[in-house]
């Protein structure tokens, strides 16, 4: 039923050692502490010399098998170290004494635990020795909880992981805790809370039946690992599993985070930080296994999506307009990426990779070499002639597997149109937004449908529409594709099942697995609203201008309904500028000078249009105003009045063309230019005036 461990006599506690009477699942308040601890040699690298420490698949350090050779062997050991106040221990060419932890934060406790981390000044892949007396005043079962995988706990010398039980005597108990560290972030902690928990017998007993269990799972886990290490003639099983399992993972990566389409979707730079690592991964294994790790358009599909997003001016940066993920593509994910790259896209994303590194497609090979360096002298592809990209890139994107789709009218240059849509069709285990049916446009060098840049946002600050007096929804939810059509110039719809965005959800019941991203039906609770989108984009300039727009938004149930769109500065990003948007009757406008956008309401019939900054506050998720109030104005087009909600967009150089308008909501019919746009119940349908 556990471990016997009878206390320690004859024991007094030595000079300034704390003692503690024993509280049930009480982490004791005051400990000595020694270390860091580091094996000789180990300062010619985080790994040089580490003897006896083993590393989990998951990064853990675990503690090494046979403590009594470490660094307290000079005290008899770990089981038998009965230090005091000031002993001295030398190991590793470094000494150090046992001293009182710390309380201030940040060198040995935080919020209430053990920051072994910071109570080794951070000394990463070292070990940590912290030492205090239980005094325990009756016989009791008890569970050693450490809450750290990777630390032991010495119980007057019986060794105890975290979850082992044992039976108490009254006396005193020393305690000794090894807790070594790894690697970890500069923002990191390793904390622990070693403790005792009292339990009862029964408890314990059912304590060693679990743990037998397990040693039988690790026994024939162990018998596999001997056949296979048989079968391989003595090669060694451990990186043999590890190969296997960094394959996994960078699929699962490819499959799940970017998915078909090379979409990466977490927020801002962290998009290109999540994927920049699996990038040198791909080419890697392709070249010594000869086979992809993924056979799929994901990965290979990351620097061509990345290239379609932005319109490129005849001299100066290329531009793009965030709407899932930071746009901007680095030199290492060239250099890392490019052999993936489909054949068909090759000499245009050559061309990609000059523009976005050397600033000018003319530039030669060696001016690429900024960053990635070696890989760049890998993968670059000598004697390969670059090409613009209107030769071979298409003019629509789909990234089905997160839900992003983009359309552009051409690759001339920086009056490039280029309208994208978000449906956030999986979930994002990352930095992400209540942000499913957005959308963003640009073109004629102007941004016309502005959204949020960094990572703190919400989904009012959102080209959507808002339920104010609903305020209970599952807003962050995904939407759901309807349909999705494509032209050969670039312009297409996509619909969208926004219900789960209008759904309730259950508390404590996960509405999507972590792996997988499978909807689980039981966790949402019908609000008795729903709601679909559906966004179509035509460049056939039969309208009259080069973009036609046009959002449907049709909401059963509910309270007040406001359809948003967000303003934009004349920069990249910023709070929206008012001073050239207007509203009159059913139609607003928005007038950069050198190009105007129109946008008309067919339903509803009494729509009330507000060109104005509404106040907002939101409270910080990240960074250093996590938790504090942010105030967050928006600027932009607001829309009320009505559960459907039918607006049709001209951008344009000069007057906008004539609308005419056949009956009524969503049922109408509009003539703009020779163009049609009907609504069938399912999408946007455009047409031609015969």
């Not at 090379?262 to 086979?291: C, D, M, W």
């Not at 000499?347 to 070499?369: D, F, M, N, Q, Y």
């Not at 973009?547 to 769109?565: A, P, Y």
């Not at 960074?623 to 459907?644: C, H, K, N, Q």
């Amino acid at each position: 039923a556990g471990a016997k461990i009878a206390p320690a006599k004859p024991y007094n506690p030595g000079e300034g050692v704390p003692v503690h009477m024993f509280e049930d699942d009480k982490m004791p308040e005051d400990w000595l502490y020694a270390g860091p601890f580091r094996p000789k040699g180990s300062d010619e690298g985080p790994l040089a010399g580490i003897t006896g420490l083993r590393f989990t698949f998951e990064g853990e350090v675990q503690a090494p098998a046979n403590e009594q050779a470490g660094p307290l062997a000079d005290l008899n050991g770990m089981a038998r170290a009965r230090p005091e106040l000031g002993t001295q221990v030398t190991f590793g060419g470094k000494t150090h004494r046992f001293h009182k932890l710390s309380h201030k934060e940040d060198e040995g406790y935080w919020e209430g635990k053990i920051d072994i981390t910071n109570a080794a000044d951070r000394e990463l892949f070292s070990r940590n020795y912290f030492y205090c007396v239980i005094r325990n005043d009756e016989s009791r079962w008890v569970r050693a909880d450490l809450n750290y995988g990777a630390g032991r706990m010495y119980l007057n010398g019986t060794p105890l992981q975290d979850g082992d039980s044992a039976h108490l005597e009254p006396g005193f108990y020393p305690v000794m805790v090894s807790a070594p560290i790894g690697w970890m972030n500069s923002w990191g902690r390793h904390l622990m809370t070693p403790k005792l928990t009292q339990i009862s017998q029964e408890r314990a007993q059912e304590i060693a039946r679990e743990q037998e269990a397990e040693y039988k799972h690790r026994m024939a886990r162990w018998k596999y690992d001997f056949e296979q290490w048989q079968r391989m003639d003595g090669r060694d099983v451990g990186y043999y599993k590890l190969a296997r399992a960094g394959w996994l993972m960078n699929y699962l990566h490819y499959r799940g985070a970017m998915g078909t389409g090379g979409f990466q979707a977490e927020l801002t730079h962290y998009s290109n930080i999540a994927s920049g690592e699996a990038a040198k991964y791909a080419p890697a294994y392709e070249r010594v296994f000869a086979r992809e790790v993924s056979p799929y358009d994901d990965v290979s599909h990351f620097l061509p999506r990345k290239i379609f997003a932005h319109v490129y001016p005849d001299r100066g940066k290329p531009k793009a307009q965030e709407i899932n993920g930071k746009p901007s593509v680095e030199a290492g994910m060239f250099a890392s990426l490019y052999p993936l790259v489909p054949e068909k896209w090759k000499r245009a994303i050559l061309w990609g990779w000059h523009r976005h590194v050397a600033g000018t497609a003319e530039a030669s090979p060696k001016k690429l070499l900024k960053s990635a360096t070696l890989r760049t002298f890998l993968h670059y592809p000598l004697g390969t002639s670059i090409e613009h990209p209107r030769q071979s890139m298409p003019l629509t994107w789909e990234a089905p597997t997160l839900g992003f789709y983009a359309f552009r009218n051409a690759w001339s240059g920086a009056d490039d149109f280029v309208a994208q849509v978000f449906l956030k069709a999986h979930p994002i285990n990352g930095w992400n937004s209540g942000n499913a049916g957005t959308f963003r446009l640009r073109g004629l060098g102007h941004i016309w449908a502005h959204g949020p840049t960094d990572r703190n946002r919400v989904r009012w600050e959102e080209n959507v529409v808002m339920l104010p007096q609903d305020t209970d929804l599952f807003t962050s939810a995904l939407g759901k594709l309807i349909d999705a059509d494509f032209q050969n110039d670039g312009s297409g719809v996509v619909s969208i099942d926004m219900n789960d965005i209008y759904a309730k959800t259950k508390e404590g019941v996960p509405p999507y697995s972590d792996y997988g991203g499978v909807r689980n039906p039981e966790a949402f609770v019908d609000s008795g609203i729903s709601g679909m989108r559906s966004i179509g984009v035509d460049y056939s300039r039969r309208s009259g201008a080069p973009c036609l727009f046009v959002v449907v938004d049709r909401i059963h149930g509910g309270g007040k309904k406001i359809w948003t769109w967000q303003l934009a500065t004349s920069t990249e990003s910023g709070t929206g500028d008012l001073s050239n948007a207007s509203v009159n009757g059913d139609t607003f406008i928005i007038d950069k000078g050198d190009a105007t956008l129109r946008g008309k309401f067919i339903a509803p019939n009494d729509v009330k249009l507000f060109a104005e900054q509404r106040e907002k506050t939101m409270i910080g998720r990240a960074g250093s105003p996590a938790g504090e109030t942010l105030d967050r104005p928006i600027s932009g087009i607001f829309a009320e009045g009505g559960d459907v909600y039918f607006a049709v967009i001209t951008v344009q150089r000069g007057d906008a063309p004539p609308t005419r308008v056949e009956g009524s909501g969503l049922n109408a019919t509009v003539h703009v230019g020779n163009r049609t746009i009907r609504f069938d119940d399912r999408k946007i349908r455009f047409g031609t005036d015969n």
